[in-house]
Protein backbone atom coordinates (compact mmCIF):
# COMPACT_ATOMS: atom_id res chain seq x y z
CA UNK A 1 0.00 0.00 0.00
CA UNK A 2 1.50 3.50 -1.13
CA UNK A 3 1.42 6.39 2.00
CA UNK A 4 0.21 9.41 1.02
CA UNK A 5 2.73 12.46 0.93
CA UNK A 6 2.11 15.93 1.52
CA UNK A 7 2.04 16.51 -2.36
CA UNK A 8 -0.86 14.96 -2.35
CA UNK A 9 -3.11 16.83 -0.06
CA UNK A 10 -5.30 19.21 -2.05
CA UNK A 11 -5.99 22.78 -1.14
CA UNK A 12 -8.41 23.04 2.11
CA UNK A 13 -7.52 19.68 3.57
CA UNK A 14 -5.59 19.37 6.93
CA UNK A 15 -3.14 15.71 7.40
CA UNK A 16 -1.52 15.02 10.05
CA UNK A 17 2.33 14.15 9.17
CA UNK A 18 3.64 10.39 10.25
CA UNK A 19 7.51 10.60 9.01
CA UNK A 20 9.84 11.56 7.05
CA UNK A 21 11.49 9.61 4.08
CA UNK A 22 14.80 10.81 2.61
CA UNK A 23 18.45 11.02 3.48
CA UNK A 24 19.80 12.63 6.67
CA UNK A 25 20.30 15.93 5.34
CA UNK A 26 17.21 16.18 3.99
CA UNK A 27 15.35 14.94 7.49
CA UNK A 28 16.51 17.32 9.11
CA UNK A 29 16.19 20.14 6.77
CA UNK A 30 12.56 19.57 6.93
CA UNK A 31 12.30 19.07 10.52
CA UNK A 32 14.16 22.31 11.16
CA UNK A 33 11.03 23.94 8.90
CA UNK A 34 8.51 22.30 11.46
CA UNK A 35 7.59 19.09 9.90
CA UNK A 36 8.09 16.40 12.62
CA UNK A 37 5.45 13.38 13.15
CA UNK A 38 1.97 14.59 15.32
CA UNK A 39 1.79 17.88 13.69
CA UNK A 40 -1.06 18.91 11.92
CA UNK A 41 -0.66 20.78 8.13
CA UNK A 42 -2.63 22.38 5.77
CA UNK A 43 -2.75 23.12 2.02
CA UNK A 44 -3.82 26.59 1.78
CA UNK A 45 -3.15 27.26 -2.23
CA UNK A 46 -0.53 26.17 -4.50
CA UNK A 47 1.30 28.85 -6.77
CA UNK A 48 0.23 29.61 -10.14
CA UNK A 49 1.92 27.32 -12.24
CA UNK A 50 0.98 24.23 -9.40
CA UNK A 51 4.28 24.13 -7.81
CA UNK A 52 5.02 24.89 -4.97
CA UNK A 53 2.45 24.50 -2.38
CA UNK A 54 1.99 26.75 0.37
CA UNK A 55 1.43 25.08 3.68
CA UNK A 56 -0.20 26.24 7.02
CA UNK A 57 2.07 24.46 10.13
CA UNK A 58 2.10 26.06 13.49
CA UNK A 59 0.68 29.63 12.51
CA UNK A 60 2.77 30.36 9.76
CA UNK A 61 3.10 29.65 6.14
CA UNK A 62 5.58 27.63 4.41
CA UNK A 63 6.30 27.50 1.53
CA UNK A 64 7.20 23.40 -0.08
CA UNK A 65 8.00 22.39 -3.28
CA UNK A 66 6.71 19.54 -4.32
CA UNK A 67 9.78 17.10 -4.51
CA UNK A 68 10.08 17.88 -0.74
CA UNK A 69 6.66 16.91 -0.08
CA UNK A 70 6.73 13.87 -1.51
CA UNK A 71 9.07 13.39 1.13
CA UNK A 72 6.49 13.86 3.98
CA UNK A 73 4.42 10.88 4.58
CA UNK A 74 0.93 11.90 5.90
CA UNK A 75 -2.36 10.86 7.35
CA UNK A 76 -5.79 12.25 7.49
CA UNK A 77 -6.89 14.33 10.59
Known amino acids: MN ?3 LADLTVGHTARIEGLHGDAIGKRRL ?6 RGREISLERRAPM ?3 GIYAILGYRLSIRDDDARNVVISNG
Open 3 to 5: KKT
Open 31 to 36: MALGLV
Open 50 to 52: GDP
